[in-house]
DNA sequence: AATTCTATCAACCGCCTCGGT
DNA sequence: TACCGAGGCGGTTGATAGAAT
């Protein structure tokens, strides 16, 4: 089991597990460019990383997810998609590797049983959109005064159909989580705004991810 | 008991970012 | 500014255990 280089690819054995661990034990984690030589390993940079961020780590909790593992999960993907390792990092023990593999397997199963609804549906009269009048006024525009209603994208793209400033309640930097969670337990929208501020999660993002940036520079 | 199917998860691969030179 | 190497991430694959036939 050796790639193009000599390196040993494939599945650990204990041994090599026992000469890593003491490996990390004794240098740290890190340089792991240097973690095989200092361990005595046939084994690439990335493999060993890999291995003992998924696998050896001592914090590593393996089993079944919890209910309210699941639920952060899912709520948080909706939020941040397929950042994997930020999502793990809010469940402690669990790997990024876990709550991916998690998620293909449970998003399977969402799928197939979506699939299963779908044909046991009865097939249903379909309501077609009717052409409507806009208010002048709408919500969506702070109560601006528009004009006439436009619907080319040129249009839509000047100053006056910016969207309005997002509201965050005053304590939001201080326990994001809590706050989101609140928000993402009440919404029954599926994304698509009607009950909530799902429509602003793009720039609910970009606010979430420079929190995490803050958080890991410390700045 | 043998074979096939399915689900799970460890591991690999390719790409991206960042820091050093 | 360009290049290089290390670290890190997400997507995908492959091995394997367990269930179903």
Request: a neutral charge; proline letters at 4%; one cysteine or more.
């Amino acid at each position: 089991m050796e790639g193009s280089l000599g390196v040993r690819k494939g599945a650990w054995s204990k041994e090599e597990d026992d000469l890593l661990r003491a490996c990390i034990q004794r240098y740290g984690e890190g340089s792991w460019n240097l973690i095989p030589q200092r361990a005595g390993l046939n084994r690439c940079r990335k493999s060993c990383r890999l291995r003992w961020l998924n696998y050896l780590k001592p914090a590593i909790r393996r089993g079944n997810f919890a209910e309210d593992e699941v639920d952060i999960i899912i709520r948080l993907h909706k939020l941040l998609g397929n950042r994997w390792t930020l999502i793990a990092g809010r469940i402690p023990g669990r790997t990024a590797n876990d709550v991916k593999n998690f998620w293909n397997t449970y998003m399977r199963r969402k799928s197939e049983e979506k699939e299963k609804r779908k044909e046991a549906m009865i097939p249903h009269e379909v309501l077609k959109p009717q052409p409507r009048t806009l208010s002048k006024i709408s919500l969506r525009l702070g109560g601006k005064q528009t004009g006439e209603y436009h619907n080319s994208a040129e249009q839509c793209s000047t100053e006056a159909y910016a969207a309005p400033p997002l509201q965050f309640p005053e304590n939001w930097s201080d326990n994001w989580l809590e706050s989101l969670l609140e928000e993402l337990g009440s919404c029954t929208c599926e994304g698509n705004g009607s009950c909530c501020s799902c429509t602003q999660e793009e720039t609910l993002r970009l606010d979430l991810w420079d929190e995490e940036l803050i958080n890991a520079t410390g700045t």
